[in-house]
């Protein structure tokens, strides 16, 4: 989903200068796609991965209740979008990178300096299970999962972590000239 859904549309996101994160919507019944999208935060700096992608969500004709759905996230969302997650009725979200890898292996350290100076919280300080959703890291899953499928799913995960380096370095590469505020 990460790399045939999102990655295409990311690519073309961030060849506009955009960021890196994106996101997509399932069905909890067979995880089929609804709707995936990606950062577009030249347009608007709110319009993050996860926030984009629920925008467009709402603009379609025919969609599932939140409730019967999958919220995935290719990074940790933020605060803002965590809070958007909640509001649109998500009992869950699934997320592959880490707010850590954000800061780290991305150069996108926001996330983490929002939570600890707006919220005074540690990094993974807030409520990963509440009376709204439960929050899985992906990378947690697979470690969870019994070989030999842990070693395959190891496999298709590192080969995703690579195609978002040479995305990342790209955005980085290109970031100085774009007026995104947290850029
Ligand atoms: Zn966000």
Redesign the pocket.
């Known amino acids: 989903m990460i790399d045939t859904d999102i990655l295409p549309i990311t690519e073309s996101g961030v060849a506009a200068g955009n960021k890196v994160?994106g996101a997509a919507i399932l069905r909890k019944s067979d995880l089929s796609l609804v709707i995936a999208g990606t950062n577009s935060e030249i347009v608007n700096p709110l319009w993050?991965?996860?926030?984009h992608t629920l925008k467009q969500f709402y603009e379609l004709a025919d969609r599932p209740p939140t409730r019967d759905l999958v919220f995935l996230s290719t990074h940790e969302?933020?605060t803002?979008?965590m809070s958007a997650i909640t509001w649109a009725g998500f009992d869950n979200f699934y997320y592959f990178f880490s707010h850590e890898d954000s800061r780290d292996a991305f150069a996108i350290p926001h996330?983490l300096k929002i939570l600890s100076e707006v919220f005074g919280l540690p990094p993974s300080g807030y409520q990963r299970s509440n009376a709204f959703w439960t929050a899985y890291s992906i990378t947690a899953l697979v470690e969870a999962e019994a070989e030999p499928l842990r070693t395959e799913l190891r496999q298709q995960r590192d080969r995703i972590k690579g195609q978002y380096q040479v995305l990342s370095q790209r955005y980085q590469e290109s970031k100085g000239d774009n007026a995104i505020p947290l850029n």
């Open positions: 994160f993050h991965g996860e926030i969302p933020c803002m979008c996330d």
